[in-house]
C-alpha cells in the first residue's frame, strides 16, 4: 500500500466513524479501518440470522418458521 493519509482511524465504533466523517469534511484523507469482519464496534450487529448460526457452529441453519434470516437484527458484540 503506497497510499498516503493525512489520518488513519482504528475502529468503526461510534466515535471512530464520527472523528473519521468529520475529519474527511474537513479535507483530510483518511483511511479508516477495522480488524473485524463487520463494522459497528459496540454497536454492531449479526445479520443474517445465519450467521448467529454460524457463529455458535450449530449445522442446521434457523428453522423456516422464523422467516427470512435478514428480518433479523442481533447484537454483535455480546455474543462470544
Not at 497510499?3 to 482511524?9: A, G, L, N, Q, T
Not at 466523517?21 to 477495522?34: A, E, T
Not at 440470522?49 to 454483535?76: A, I, T, V
Amino acid at each position: 500500500m503506497d497510499e498516503e493519509y493525512d489520518v488513519i482511524v482504528l475502529g468503526t465504533g461510534l466515535t471512530e466513524c464520527i472523528l473519521s466523517g468529520i475529519m474527511s469534511v474537513n479535507g483530510k484523507k483518511v483511511l479508516h479501518m477495522d480488524r473485524n469482519p463487520y463494522y459497528g464496534g459496540e454497536s454492531s450487529s449479526i445479520t443474517p440470522l445465519e450467521e448467529l448460526y454460524k457463529r455458535f457452529q450449530l449445522l442446521e441453519g434457523p428453522p423456516e418458521s422464523m422467516g427470512r434470516g435478514r428480518d433479523w437484527n442481533l447484537p454483535g458484540p455480546a455474543l462470544p
